[in-house]
């Protein structure tokens, strides 16, 4: 089910209504059936999947608790973390490591390639199947106790806010949350729908409207050079962040709506002045999962440079990985792994902000957006080797009007003062500024659901991370 659809027009307000009619004991029971229908709107059959890996980790979680000696609990988790990469390798990775298998042993005079599977990637398979294995990982390492009741630790891998594109919790965050006794809270219910508000508006106005221009260069990027791929290239890295943000800003304002917290996932990345910062700024419960369950117990930067250089590339290739099966997105991944060992050699931990350092950050993070974004390999060296080749008009796009694209100009534009007020923390001037505060938010508010009318795609345009 998409947010931006609706069916979730209705389905949100009839869970949220009934979770705060029911009693609190009973709130769990509610939630998890919602969630189940939430997920199978999509594809009812593939929630056998999340009912698998939610069984082998249950029982996993119990037994590491009660086992006495190391070696068994090592031996639990492994089983748990094998049953839920090999979910992955089987739904996401078997087409791509068949078709490079059939080119390797093609190489050496060998037709060799694994059988035929029709398969469709559950949506959202990644980001709960990443959830799942921080509870295990959590339990083995003693900071989590092993959740007894199966209803409970099911709806912590099936919350639907958060279910098909994070952000990815940890079971200390929000395992506790679905005990409280959650009441009805005005205020609260206001800041959780003024959220979805502005998380629709980046989706639906920003994202969905630059998607646009992006489609029509992108997918056929050998009619255009110069300013047009220029155009799309950072349209795209303003769609992506507006399109997953937005998503995040939805899914946080539903789960604050009914009392839950759930962590922020981006801090204005795009004003991060090095590429450090970037990705403590963006999908940041992936970025802090790759770091504690990959880049710290592969020693980080306690081993010497070497060594950092080895674990950073070895955690972003993963990285790209995990975001799809395809070279496009290993190589997106080793960018930026290559990004940071170069700005840590040159400049240590000491990289000063300014302004220029901000705007060469972006630059190269929408250069390697390029391989996220293009379709195959080749478009994406077309596209990066025809950035500067100025043989195309400033619009360059037959079927996008003059006008359509000065709305994206100022729609972005818009955007970036936004984001500006945000990342300097003085947005609240502007509303001290009116005599009225409550009556500049409905204002804001009602030319939120105005602009949503007037500029807002309306066809159901899932979101980009979905396909993670």
């Known amino acids: 089910m998409l947010f931006n659809s609706l069916a979730f027009a209705l389905f949100f307000p009839i869970v949220t209504i009934g979770y705060f009619l029911l009693h609190y004991r009973w709130r769990w029971s509610w939630l998890l059936v919602a969630s189940c229908f939430f997920y199978m709107f999509f594809k009812p059959i593939y929630i056998l999947i999340l ?170 990027p050998e009619q255009f050079s110069g300013w047009p791929l220029i155009w799309a290239t950072i349209f795209f890295s303003i769609q992506i962040y507006c399109d997953f943000s937005g998503y995040c800003d939805i899914a946080l304002g539903s789960a604050n709506v009914m009392g839950f917290k759930l962590m922020e996932n981006f801090r204005t990345p795009y004003f991060s002045a090095t590429f450090r910062e970037f990705w403590t700024r963006w999908h940041i419960s992936l970025s802090a999962w790759f770091r504690d369950y990959v880049y710290i117990p592969l020693g980080g930067n306690r081993e010497g440079p070497g060594r950092f250089i080895r674990n950073i590339l070895i955690t972003f290739a993963l990285s790209g990985l995990w975001h799809g099966a395809s070279w496009n997105f290993v190589v997106w991944g080793i960018l930026h792994g290559l990004f940071i060992i170069a700005e840590r050699l040159i400049h240590g931990d000491k990289a000063k902000r300014s302004i220029h350092r901000v705007f060469f950050t972006f630059l190269c993070v929408s250069f390697a957006w390029i391989f996220f974004r293009a379709s195959t390999w080749q478009h994406a060296v077309y596209i990066a080797g025809h950035l500067f080749s100025f043989q195309s008009g400033i619009i360059g796009v037959p079927q996008i009007s003059g006008l359509s694209f000065l709305i994206s100009i100022l729609i972005v534009i818009l955007f970036i003062l936004t984001e500006a007020l945000s990342f300097s923390g003085k947005s609240g001037w502007i509303v001290r500024l009116f005599p009225n505060p409550g009556l500049f938010r409905y204002t804001m508010n009602a030319l939120m659901v105005i602009a949503i009318l007037m500029l807002g795609i309306f066809e159901e345009q899932t979101f980009i991370y979905f396909q993670f």
């Open 51 to 220: 009912f698998f890996t939610i069984a082998i980790d249950y029982l996993a979680g119990i037994v590491i608790e009660q086992s006495s000696t190391q070696s068994k609990k090592k031996r639990w988790l492994i089983l748990s973390i094998v049953a839920n990469v090999g979910v992955l390798a089987v739904f996401k990775y078997y087409h791509f490591f068949n078709e490079n298998l059939e080119l390797l042993t093609g190489f050496a005079g060998i037709k060799f390639h694994l059988p035929y599977m029709e398969l469709l990637l559950p949506v959202g398979l990644s980001f709960h199947t990443f959830q799942a294995m921080s509870y295990t990982v959590e339990v083995y390492r003693g900071r989590q106790k092993a959740e007894r009741h199966l209803g409970i630790y099911a709806l912590y891998v099936m919350f639907y806010p958060q279910l098909v594109a994070g952000p990815i919790e940890r079971p200390q965050q929000l395992l506790h949350q679905f005990r409280a006794k959650h009441t009805f809270d005005y205020v609260q219910v206001s800041a959780g729908l003024q959220r979805m508000l502005w998380g629709l508006f980046k989706k639906m106005v920003i994202a969905d409207r630059l998607s646009v221009y992006v489609d029509a260069v992108y997918n056929s």
